[in-house]
Nanobody, 123 residues
Framework: QVQLVESGGGLVQAGGSLRLSCAAS????????MGWYRQAPGKQRELVAL???????NYADSVKGRFTISSDNAKNTVYLEMNSLKPEDTAVYYC?????????????????WGQGTQVTVSS
């Protein structure tokens, strides 16, 4: 089993900053990717930012230049620094990890999700 524990959400005024953290634990052999997704009311979940094990990073166009994703591979932890926040950034933010784990069928790659943390940006 793999668990993702998120922290750092909250309420902030437009233009403010927040930092999200997500730590993965459990029977992990290795993590392939870690990232953040978000889901606003009435909308589909969307990718915000993703970092691969070798350090490659992808951002949604809507957050480029404002958000920064980073990771600590030794701690299986990913961070999302969010600056210049806008009301449209309001959503539940979910941590995601694609990890290689041992199963009864051998090594497999699976996606895992955190419980979500609310980010609310007031105008």
């Amino acid at each position: 089993q793999v668990q993702l524990v998120e922290s750092g959400g909250g309420l902030v005024q437009a233009g403010g900053s927040l930092r999200l953290s997500c730590a993965a634990s459990g029977s992990i052999f290795s993590i392939n990717t870690m990232g953040w997704y978000r889901q606003a009311p009435g909308k589909q979940r969307e990718l915000v930012a993703l970092v691969t094990r070798d350090g490659s990073i992808n951002y949604a166009d809507s957050v480029k230049g404002r958000f920064t994703i980073s990771s600590d591979n030794a701690k299986n932890t990913v961070y999302l620094e969010m600056n210049s926040l806008k009301p449209e950034d309001t959503a539940v933010y979910y941590c995601n990890a694609n990890a290689k784990v041992i199963t009864t069928l051998g090594w497999r790659n699976y996606d895992y999700w955190g419980q979500g943390t609310q980010v609310t940006v007031s105008s």
